[in-house]
């Protein structure tokens, strides 16, 4: 059964940047579309980037605004995603899924505050 857990999460001031990785256990990511998630307190849950299957296009709407890339690492089984320019809007939990076999990790905090 695939097992997902994302890392990275943590404070960071305003203008920062984070790198987070969602890393799968028990099958292969490649192939599968997989998105990022943020749930900030008192807010619906919300799609932040994803990654196709395959042709690897970013798709999904992109609430970082084109301060966001996802990518992958296939070598670590891995989805990354990378957040510049960082605001205190961006606090939230953010989660990761497989979109294929509807799999969700814990979710990783990310706190952006002076």
């Known amino acids: 059964q695939v097992q997902l857990v994302e890392s990275g999460g943590g404070w960071v001031q305003p203008g920062g940047s984070l790198r987070l990785a969602c890393a799968a256990s028990g099958a292969t990511l490649d192939y599968w579309s997989v998105g990022w998630w943020r749930q900030a307190p008192g807010k619906d849950r919300e799609a932040v980037m994803c990654?196709?299957?395959?042709?690897?296009?970013?798709g999904y709407p992109d609430s970082m605004k084109g301060r966001g890339t996802i990518s992958r690492d296939s070598a670590k089984n891995t989805v990354i995603l990378e957040m510049n320019s960082l605001k205190p809007e961006d606090t939230a939990v953010y989660y990761c899924?497989?979109?294929?076999?509807?799999?969700w990790g814990q979710g990783t905090q990310v706190t952006v505050s002076s």
């Open positions: 990654i196709s299957g395959g042709d690897s296009e970013p």
């Open positions: 899924k497989d979109l294929g076999r509807m799999i």
